[in-house]
Each structure stands twice: as structure tokens, then as C-alpha cells.
């Protein structure tokens, strides 16, 4: 079984594999519906990593905060995260 770690750097090949792939259909002036459907591909692998970082994060350190009585910081982070402060 990959760890967490290992898996994080999956997903970021796999991203930077549409990223270069985007570049490439630009440079050969792709067709513009064909290189939307790429980029829209990259954004969904985004959003599959950070949902994939955010449960890590909530299962590990917000846990380990909450356990040490870092609530404050574990409120401000999350917070952050959603430019809510």
C-alpha cells in the first residue's frame, strides 16, 4: 500500500502530465474545446488533491491540535484555508 506521502506525489505527476499536455495542444494551436476539456481535467485533479490533503489534515493534525488544546490555531488554519480571516 502507497503512503500518504507517495500517493500526494501520484496525484502531482498526474496533474503536471495535463499541465504539459496543455502546453503542448497551445503549441500546436489544438483545438480550443480539446485543450478547455484538458484544463478542466487539471482543476479536477486539483481539487482531488487538496480534498485528499484537507482529510489528511482533518484526521491528523486538527485531531493532534484539538488533543493538545491548540483549538485557537486549529480554528485560525482552517479558517485560512477558506480566506475567512
Known amino acids: 500500500m502507497k503512503t500518504k506521502k507517495e500517493k500526494t506525489i501520484h496525484r502531482l505527476k ?4 495535463h499541465l504539459n499536455a496543455i502546453e503542448k495542444m497551445v503549441n500546436k494551436d489544438s483545438y480550443c474545446v480539446d485543450i478547455l ?7 479536477k ?15 491528523e493534525c486538527v485531531v493532534n ?7 485557537k490555531k486549529m480554528v485560525e488554519e482552517l479558517l485560512s484555508i477558506y480566506n475567512y480571516k
Do not use: P
Open 65 to 71: 491540535q484539538a488533543k493538545n488544546g491548540l483549538e
Open 14 to 17: 498526474i496533474i503536471k502530465g
Open 37 to 43: 476539456h484538458q484544463s478542466l481535467a487539471v482543476q
Open 45 to 59: 485533479a486539483l481539487k482531488k488533491l487538496d480534498a485528499f490533503i484537507m482529510e489528511d489534515h482533518l484526521r
